[in-house]
């Protein structure tokens, strides 16, 4: 349940969220504990990181070296056995191409966005902890306000990435197409 006497350490109001509704600085509340005050937009990220192109296409060419090409050689050199070998390497070939469609996709995810996405401004409400572990630290989602044709609303975008790397009550650029969304990293907003 959560703390519903918490005061704005600046004005003193009372505060549900990380930014103060009135005065408009930091609470200090932790995005986990806040509420959402405006509805979530479906967000799917169009960013290219090396866990979600490079590692599926090692996985993708590793696998599919043993799914497709191994069993060509082997039954070339060697006559006997083959329908094992094909068996065998079929479930290599599988885990190749389903590793190559991860990567694909998200190659086709950020050339749509990168294309014909839309400039939006975002501010920066707050961090969330992701079940993503990396070194068995949890990567962050960045909770995002945007406004929409509808009222204000919120994105919750996977950095893949344990870093916070914008400030909170900071204003950041995205780029939007559909429900696919991708932080501008070209813009004076983001900091390191």
Known sequence: MKDT?????????????????YCRNL???DSSEANMEYPVIKCKEANKNFWNTWFPMIFAVSFGFFGFIFP????LTNSSDTL??????????IIGVVAFI?????????????????????????YMNDNLLINEMPAQIVKLRVT??????????QLGDIKKP????????LLVYKDMFMVKEDDTYHFE
């Open 5 to 21: 006497n918490k005061k704005c350490p600046n004005c003193g109001a009372q505060i549900t969220s990380e930014v103060c509704p």
């Open 27 to 29: 609470t200090g509340l």
């Open 72 to 75: 060509i050689i082997f039954i």
């Open 84 to 93: 094992s070998v094909i068996l065998f390497s079929s479930i290599f070939a």
């Open 102 to 126: 991860i990567a694909l996709r998200t190659f086709i995810r950020y050339n749509l966005v990168k294309t014909k996405g839309k400039e939006i401004e975002a501010t920066v409400y707050g």
């Open 148 to 157: 929409t044709n509808d009222g204000p609303r919120f994105i919750l975008y």
């Open 166 to 173: 914008y400030k909170i009550n900071s204003k950041i650029k």
